[in-house]
Nanobody, 119 residues
């Protein structure tokens, strides 16, 4: 059974940092492209960042470039999202996503972790 379990969400003030983690089990982690998405009520889920299987290919939404960093540890089956200089607009439910490198129909989602940026 495949599981993606996010953790690390919480309430922070503007300018502060958080690190999200997503622990994967039940899949060959190194064969999956890993991504972080976020969603706020009433809006579509948006891609925040993704990282290739080789740990060196990353891509970011324009809104988070220079502030967020995605990384993965294939030995630990975990993907991270370091979020710095956070803004109220970063408030959302953050989801971890896994897509198989070759079979893109094979995709999994975590349950989400809430991030709130507020004074």
């Amino acid at each position: 059974q495949v599981q993606l379990v996010e953790s690390g969400g919480g309430l922070v003030q503007p300018g502060e940092s958080l690190r999200l983690s997503c622990a994967a089990s039940g899949l060959e982690f190194s064969n999956f492209v890993m991504s972080w998405f976020r969603q706020v009520p009433g809006k579509e889920r948006e891609l925040v960042a993704h990282i290739g299987t080789a740990e060196d290919a990353t891509n970011y939404a324009d809104s988070v470039k220079g502030r967020f960093t995605i990384a993965r540890d294939n030995a630990r089956n975990t993907v991270y999202l370091q979020m710095n200089n956070m803004k109220p607009g970063d408030t959302a439910l953050y989801y971890c996503n896994a897509v198989h490198l070759l079979e893109h129909k094979i995709t999994y989602w975590g349950q989400g972790t809430q991030v709130t940026v507020s004074t």
